[in-house]
C-alpha cells in the first residue's frame, strides 16, 4: 500500500471523531474546497469550505454509532490520491459499507474530494 499523505489521514481521524473533530475537518481543506458525495441518495456537489462543513454536519444529527473507519488500500494517479475505505457500524445495513475517495491536495489542504460508495 502508498503511504497514506497526513492531509489524508488527519481528513480521516477527523471524520472518525464526528462533530468532536469538526474543526480538525474544517481546517483540512483548501478555503476553495469542492466536495462531491452520494450520501443523501443522490450525487450533490458542494464548494468552499463553509458549504462542505454543512453538508458534513448533516450526519453529526444521526451519528453512525460505533462507527470506526479502515483505510483498505491508498492508489495515486497523476495529481490525485485514491482511498479505498471501509466503514462500520452497527448502523450500517449488513454492519459494514464501502466506498472511495479521490482527493486531490494543494499547499498541505484538500483542495477536492470526490467520494463514491461501492
Excluded at 494543494?106 to 470526490?114: F, Q, V, Y
Aim: hydrophobic content about 40%; aromatic content about 6%; proline content about 7%.
Amino acid at each position: 500500500m502508498n503511504p497514506v499523505p497526513t492531509e489524508i489521514s488527519n481528513f480521516f481521524l477527523a471524520m472518525q471523531a464526528g462533530k468532536a473533530g469538526a474543526a480538525n475537518l474544517e481546517s483540512c481543506f483548501a478555503e476553495d474546497a469542492t466536495y462531491s458525495e452520494p450520501f443523501t441518495g443522490a450525487e450533490r456537489h458542494h464548494k468552499g469550505r463553509a458549504e462542505i462543513m454543512k453538508a458534513m454536519a448533516m450526519g453529526w444529527d444521526q451519528p453512525l454509532p460505533d462507527m470506526t473507519i479502515h483505510i483498505d488500500r491508498v492508489d495515486t494517479e497523476p495529481g490525485a490520491v485514491l482511498v479505498h475505505w471501509t466503514c462500520r457500524s452497527p448502523g450500517l445495513p449488513g454492519g459494514i459499507g464501502r466506498g472511495r475517495n479521490r482527493f486531490t491536495l494543494k499547499n498541505g489542504l484538500i483542495a477536492s474530494l470526490t467520494t463514491t460508495l461501492a
